[in-house]
């Protein structure tokens, strides 16, 4: 008998000295006693188990394999059947028509890159839409686009109309809008958003007025929180889906239960997921980006933290239900998410534009020349030998992926980290799948829908 390597056990109830097993390649999870587990680890020594019926119904959860050659036949079809999933997911493109910004905020990706305040052109814009009709004409669902930046929504009347401009092209094509703003000009935008098939607007708010004000500076000082705020019931009334951002550190996260309060106060915690969500983003070590570095937390950290905040702030749970890397889903649907064998869409399902004419893959790398996939303006080219790694690049082609236990559900993290940090595409940006599945389950166990 062959203990599967993607096995992994929890303690799960003290008091009942149970363990949660899940099996991240065949999808199964049980609540399991002491003894069911001591078995389990006599077959993974090569003992012998004389309960076949125990046996019969491991083999059928995945747990066990009669060799391993059957669990590698497993692994192949489930890449398969995630090279399907992704077929019929849709390609994400993001366009920057500026990288120019309205805010200096503490943390920002485009720190160590040269300030430009340029804008796309009209030429640019219609290039970039040739390039996407013509590249993604095969895709079998309808890609959508995201404005970005810089930010995208600067209050002047020659932003305002080149914004326009893009919007109408991508309804004559087709294509849904979606933006990542800092949301201080939402109210100037919202007519010509009105215009656009919107599937969801990004705003960021990083704590209360006093907190996001620091944080997230307007250029020239003052207060921006109240405006964004305004913003977001603009966008509610008229009906454009919310995708409100928190980006936490240790000098904000104790502030979160205070914006959850103002939040649910306006009401926007009541309202159904695909009018308003949540999410909670980590400042991170990415090139330049964070100004403080000994406030940054570990993915680790970040959700531990939440978990004990939860605590002591019960608002935290209406406010935001963390994904625990998919244990919430184990727990509370009593389903585990299919095999991911790639985290990093870029130059796969994400590619981003700019407006110098430059192709990147995603948003972490946009604006390094180093890190640019090709050209759609005023010459319209792929760089080949830079994408195949992007396009190669998934958990069975990294070497220290292959042999790691929870490779199907890191699935090999940031390709742009990976690089920054090893030197290679192909290597691994690897996450704490274990202590954030503990964290998981301490989270939601009183909400298992699988039984002991």
Partial sequence: MYFSKYNMILPFSEEKNSYIILNLLSGSSDIASEDEINKLYDIKSGGDIDDIDFLDYVIDRGYVYEDKEYEDLRLNEAYEEFKEIMEESPTQILLVPTYGCNFSCIYCYERGIPTKKDLITREAVDAFFDDINERLKGEKVKPYITLFGGEPFIDTDVQKEIIDYIVEKSKEYGYEIAAVTNGYNLLEYIDILKKANVKEIQVTLDGPKDVHNKRRRLLGGGDSFEKILRGIDSLIENGMPVNLRVVVDKDNYAYLPELAEILDNKGYLDLDGDKFKTQIGR??????????????????????????????????????????????????????????????????????????GDIYGCTASCGRKDYRLGTFYPERKIFKDKLAPWQKRNVLNIPKCKEC????????????????????????????????YELGVEYYKNDALIQE
């Fill in 405 to 436: 236990p929870v490779s199907l559900v890191c699935g090999g993290g940031c390709g742009v980290v990976a690089n920054e940090r090893n030197g290679s595409v192909l290597s691994p940006d690897c996450r704490d799948i274990k202590k954030l």
């Fill in 283 to 356: 400042n991170y070590e990415l090139f330049e980006c964070s100004l403080n570095h000994q406030s940054l937390m570990t993915q680790v950290e970040q959700w531990a933290t939440f978990v004990e905040l939860s605590k002591k702030y019960p608002i935290l749970k209406k406010f935001h239900k963390p994904d625990f890397k998919g244990m919430r889903n184990v727990l509370v649907s009593g389903t585990m998410y299919s095999p991911t064998f790639d985290t990093c869409p870029a130059g796969k399902k994400e590619w981003l534009y700019d407006l110098y």
